[in-house]
């Protein structure tokens, strides 16, 4: 790849590891995709010990995967950036400020800015935290991918100054996550990593259901979950699932709940890729309420609502198997109608040759006066 320039360069948080991110599975989607409609991807990655430690894909065969100690290494792949059709900067990216320079003074192609984190970033860049973007870069992108829709574009383009902020949704890699023949374990389980924000939530809509219920069944799992934690007894705890185990975890589940971090509750318009995974292995979900949700699974026919643990065990305990299936069909039907890898490929293709043809343009009216 050296010799040939790939289509696409990304410079992202991890792909080599799933391990305490969500990243991991949103670039393995979209990428294995991109790769299945003929682009050539060269994946730059950070070499951090503690996802060196958790690697679950060291290999990828839908791309080429590199690694970079630090800056300096980086310009290694200085050939690859300048040449490639388009460079795509993720956010949380060590030292993204310095990486989102670089690639801008580097870099012929588009160059975008890949927001799986978008109210968070928001949140920072509005308390002057600019560890891996900052509001001087963001005009500098041609293209900002955000993980939010709705109100927050029209921000990042008024405020910030992108030349244009367009949504790019996670997805779900519908040959990977399918309904699993496996024995239901838990009423209600929780997939994610442990997250300050997200914890008052977890306790008001699982583990408070749990101690009233204890005749029902409970998972958590996800790393970084602090030792002070009081678990009920029958809140079952695994440290890590890796993704090749997420079907067989959803499918175990009666239902499986969706939890959204306060800043992307705030800004709406933020769907998480773990309800695109259980909706696609067939799990029906059990969500905390956000603007734009609707969007994305209808409330009542696709995806149930909660906001206390009353509503939770309503659910739990009064929904018949029929009903529960009914959601769950209509809920598989919708992503993988509207919300596959494949569709989310299909979108970002376009929106970088939208974003190439205004570059262009903007070229011509520029030499023309």
């Known amino acids: 790849m050296r010799d040939t ?6 410079l992202g948080l991890s792909l080599s590891s799933s391990w305490g991110n969500g990243h991991a599975t949103t670039y393995r989607a979209l990428l294995r995709a991109l790769a299945e409609r003929g682009h050539r991807i060269l994946f730059l990655e950070r070499d951090a ?33 300048a040449e490639a059709d388009a460079v ?12 989102g320079e670089f690639v801008q003074a580097t870099a012929r192609g588009v160059r975008a800015f890949y927001d799986i984190d978008t109210p968070v970033t928001l949140a920072r860049l509005g308390r002057g935290e600019h560890s891996y973007l900052s509001p001087d870069l963001i ?17 990042l383009m008024r405020r910030y100054g992108a030349p244009a902020a367009r949504a790019l949704y996670c997805s779900v890699d519908a040959a990977a996550y399918r309904p699993m023949d496996t024995p239901l374990s838990w009423d209600l389980s929780y997939l994610g990593t442990y997250s300050p924000d997200r914890q008052p939530m977890l306790e008001r809509l699982l583990m408070e259901p749990a ?4 005749e029902l069944r409970f998972a958590v799992a996800g790393p970084q979950y602090p030792d002070d934690v009081e ?4 809140v079952q705890r695994f440290e890590h699932v890796p993704p090749a185990a997420h079907p067989a975890f959803y499918s175990a589940s009666r239902y499986t709940l969706n939890i959204t971090r306060s800043d992307m509750v705030q800004a709406g318009h933020s769907p998480s890729v773990r309800l695109f995974e259980a909706a696609a292995c067939g799990t029906p979900l059990i969500s905390d309420v956000w603007e734009g949700i609707a969007d994305v699974l209808l409330p009542g026919h696709e995806i149930i609502l909660a906001e206390d ?22 809920a598989r039907q919708r992503i993988l109608g ?32």
């Open 309 to 330: 643990p009353t509503a939770v065990l309503a659910v739990l305990r009064n929904a018949s198997p029929v009903e529960r299936n009914r959601i769950a069909v209509a």
């Open 5 to 10: 320039p790939p289509d696409i360069v990304v």
């Open 88 to 99: 795509i900067v993720g956010s949380f990216v060590a030292d993204g400020v310095a990486v």
């Open 231 to 234: 678990w009920p007894v029958n």
């Open 49 to 81: 010990p503690w996802y060196a430690a958790h690697r679950d894909l060291p290999a990828p065969d839908f791309c080429r995967l590199e690694f970079y100690r630090d800056l300096s290494d980086l310009h290694a792949w200085s050939r690859a950036i």
């Open 139 to 155: 005009p500098g992108y041609e293209l900002y991918l955000s993980f939010t829709g709705g109100p927050t574009l029209d921000l």
């Open 338 to 369: 509207e919300h596959t890898s494949a569709h989310r490929a299909a979108e970002l293709v376009a929106l970088l040759a939208e974003a190439r043809d205004r570059v262009r343009q903007d070229m011509e009216t520029e030499r023309a006066s």
């Open 211 to 214: 101690r009233r219920a204890p």
